[in-house]
């Protein structure tokens, strides 16, 4: 838990939180809580709504980036959202800042450190281990960049392992060491009590959306193996003996 100042509540029940998008929400309610230092977060690029959010939740606004834009019959359109980094508090906005000028792998390991994320899996993230833990032949099956925690996905719905159901609360920038971890576990079994308390429809868009986003995706891809008459041992064991 965070030390930070206590929020309003009755925040989340307003018309102008229903407003916000709920994975948004998500986010606003694990650091309004204490439960997440930092996170990045896109909505209205509209000054008294972060008044209003800031002030009742006792959260920093800081460093709009970019305006989301889609190109459509020729024109551009940018829409009038912009993503936000939110702080739980000054101290936490002043040492992320401050680390900008430092390194870059050490700026990289605190900002996952800010957006919640266990030691283990920001090691994991900076300097990814697949290739010493599986063969060129289970890499080739994923996009380039592939981390441990995508291969054992599939290894699971492959050998019908079960996920632990936790992994559907993580967020969207959130890549686990393994799906093993057992710190992520923890975790994220307090991230979904709490946005489950205060929000449950934001609660069931993050589990909609790392569905949608990461596991039908990963089911699919076991399926194609399946398909192919490739098993979950030869997947295991990483390669496939053919006559
Ligand atoms: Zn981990």
Avoid at 122 to 140: C, G, H, L
Avoid at 169 to 185: D, G, N
Avoid at 197 to 223: I, M, P
């Amino acid at each position: 838990m965070i030390f930070k100042k206590k929020p309003n509540r009755s925040v989340y029940e307003s018309k102008i939180w229903k407003h916000i998008s709920p994975l948004d929400r998500t986010h606003l309610i694990l650091v309004a809580e204490g439960l997440k230092p930092m996170a990045y977060c896109s909505f209205l690029d509209i000054k008294d709504v972060k008044d209003y959010l800031s002030s009742e939740l006792g959260i920093l606004f800081d460093e709009a980036r970019g305006r989301v834009e889609f190109y459509h019959m020729g024109n551009y359109v940018a829409l009038p959202n912009r993503t936000y980094t939110i702080y739980a508090s000054e101290k936490i906005r002043d040492s992320h800042e401050n680390a900008s000028f430092i390194r870059r792998l050490f700026y990289t390991d605190l900002t996952g450190k800010f957006l919640g994320y266990p030691r283990c899996c920001r090691a994991e993230y900076m300097k990814p281990t697949v290739q010493k833990k599986f063969n060129d032949w289970i890499i080739s099956h994923f996009p380039p960049r592939a981390f441990t925690f995508q291969i054992e996905c599939v290894q699971a719905y492959l050998s019908g392992e079960t996920i632990p159901e936790e992994f559907w609360f993580r967020m969207p920038s959130q890549t686990p060491c393994s799906i093993h971890c057992k710190s992520t576990i923890r975790l994220l079994k307090k991230w979904k009590q709490a946005i489950y308390k205060y929000d449950r429809e934001a609660a069931e868009a993050l589990k909609e959306f790392n569905d949608r986003e990461w596991f039908k995706k990963y089911r699919q891809l076991a399926e194609n193996l399946k398909k192919k008459g490739i098993t979950a041992d030869q997947f295991r064991k990483g390669h496939i003996f053919r006559r």
